[in-house]
């Protein structure tokens, strides 16, 4: 669990939500098409606001159509892969993103959970690669068959958690700076006199949606600016940061599956992989 906002703050760096396939044509299906774009939505929210990055998967969208706009739009600086295989870890170049990005824990949502959500599962215990599946926001056709899919995906050891529970885990406790955001948040969502569609056409409040790396970005490009813009006595102030400098990359070398988990998203000891 983490112990500090720095530590919440470097493992969400390291966190991605993973929207899988939530494609108009596969909504359109669902018995429970309303729930199902609310806890997405949710979910999508929940993952700006405390600066976890998101991306989309869809399948083959040249044919099946491309996510469903009101929830793409929520997502800041989302990476949309498009893919034919089942399995989203399998889309073209997410892996190396993944890798490239340092993102080294995936939560999942989206559909169908008995066919692309399941061989997503089943890849990620094949590479090991960390993922947490946010049961209430899964959909597929038949109710049973969703049921009976996050079964098999738990005995595969891979951990399945409702998104209010992985979320408040990586808030830690009320002393976090996204806790009140987030609270109300969760607030809007369980108002059942707010219809989703409501929901789904406002835009997502900017003030607490922001990227994971844009904000870092920005004052390390207004720094250099200071540094450049000042004299003599700069350069010395300038000098004096290198420390600091070599403990960034310090910090960087070291990130990555040596970060804390909490232990609400760490998975169970995995059991040998049945080919």
Do not use: W
Not at 246 to 267: C, F, M, N, W
């Amino acid at each position: 669990m983490p112990n500090s906002p720095q530590n919440t703050a470097d493992l969400t760096q390291s966190m991605a939500l993973m929207v899988v396939d939530a494609q108009d044509c596969f909504i359109d299906r669902l018995a429970d098409k309303d729930d199902f774009l609310r806890r997405c939505a949710f979910a999508i929210d929940a993952a700006q606001t405390l600066g976890i990055q998101t991306i989309f998967t869809e399948q083959v969208p040249d044919k099946l159509g491309s996510t469903n706009t009101l929830l793409k739009q929520r997502a800041r600086h989302a990476r949309v892969f498009s893919k034919k295989s089942f399995s989203a870890l399998a889309a073209p170049g997410i892996e190396s993103y993944l890798r490239d990005h340092e993102i080294y824990h995936i939560l999942i949502c989206g559909l169908e959970t008995p066919i692309c959500i399941y061989q997503t599962a089943l890849q990620s215990i094949d590479e090991d690669i960390d993922a947490t599946f946010l049961t209430d926001a899964l959909g597929c056709r038949r109710t049973e068959d969703g049921r009976l899919a996050i079964e098999a995906i738990r005995q595969l050891d891979c951990q399945t958690l409702p998104s209010e529970t992985v979320f408040y885990s990586l808030l830690g406790s009320a002393t976090h700076p996204n806790f009140r955001s987030f609270s109300k948040l969760v607030a809007t969502f369980s108002n059942t006199s707010i219809t989703t569609q409501q929901i789904l056409s406002e835009k997502p409040d900017t003030a607490r949606i922001r990227s994971p790396s844009s904000s870092s970005g920005t004052s390390k490009d207004s720094g250099r600016k200071k540094r450049r813009r000042k004299s003599e006595a700069a350069e010395s102030k300038k000098a004096s940061s290198t420390p600091k400098k070599k403990l960034a990359k310090e910090r960087t070398s070291q990130s990555g599956k040596g970060k804390e988990v909490p232990s609400s998203l760490k998975p169970a000891k995995k059991k040998t992989a049945k080919k």
